[in-house]
């Protein structure tokens, strides 16, 4: 499969919020990510509904909502009301995720669970088969432009065989310190959604940064 580029808004201007949606929608990008952080799940802040209603109005792309909350099950129905197509909740934040997934599909999103660098992909076995998603973090979450952590590479090839009979359709994401110096790696291990937030916005030009990546990824090398 393709691999998917998901530029994270975490690192958009926020002086220009528009602008950097317009910049994704004409971009090659596939899917806006969304990062949604509690203070409480991480020690950071990003914002909630209103900035997700200007999004849902201005992008034209599958939104790919990333939930770093607490009891993320209040909020699924919200969620699924503001536009997002696609909710990833924390295996560290729910208790019984086996019933958040069931009624975030129920409210007709597709259901991610996104994994901590901690958390081992083993603790997914009795859960992968339900999941369209899977995002191995491979910083701790909280914060963009953190150095990404190597053994995330073990993770997604030991991911791609747990899932290889079961759930062989499974969208494995990475999220945190992507780059285009790891991205082509990444894609061979197994992932095909590449998260990139300081990757995209922090280059000089993001829209040719996000072809980049793509491109880096299709051939298999490396062009900085
Ligand atoms: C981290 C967020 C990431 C972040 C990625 O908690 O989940 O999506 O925005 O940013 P970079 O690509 O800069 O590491
Ligand atoms: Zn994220």
Redesign the pocket.
């Known amino acids: 499969m393709p691999v998917k580029i998901a530029p994270?808004i975490?690192?958009a201007d926020f002086g220009n919020l528009q602008r950097d949606f317009e910049m994704i929608n004409n971009s090659k990008a596939d899917w806006f990510?969304v990062?949604v952080?509690d203070g409480e799940f991480?020690p950071?802040i990003s914002f909630g509904f209103p900035v997700m209603k200007t999004l849902k109005k201005h992008a034209n792309k599958t939104l790919d909502v990333?939930l770093?909350i607490v009891q993320p099950d209040r909020y699924i129905k919200e969620f699924a009301a503001a536009g997002a197509d696609i909710l990833t909740v924390h295996y560290e934040a729910c208790t019984h995720l086996h019933r958040s997934i069931q009624a975030i599909k129920a409210e007709g999103m597709k259901a991610g669970v996104a994994l901590n660098p901690h958390t081992p992909v083993s603790l997914l076995k009795d859960i992968v088969q339900d999941l369209d998603l899977v995002c191995i973090?491979s910083?701790?979450?909280?914060?963009?432009?953190?150095k990404f952590i190597h053994n995330t590479y073990a993770k997604v090839k030991q991911l791609r065989t747990m899932a290889e009979d079961v759930n062989p359709e499974l969208l494995i994401e990475i999220?945190?310190?992507?780059t285009l110096d790891n991205c082509a790696q990444l894609h061979e291990a197994g992932a095909n959604v590449l998260?990139?937030?300081?990757?995209v916005f922090n280059s000089d030009n993001p829209t040719q940064t996000i072809e980049k990546l793509h491109s880096n990824c299709a051939s298999g090398t490396i062009m900085v």
């Open positions: 994270s975490l690192s990510h990062d952080m991480v950071n990333h770093m973090m910083v701790n979450p909280g914060f963009g432009g953190q999220d945190g310190g992507v998260v990139a937030g300081s990757t």
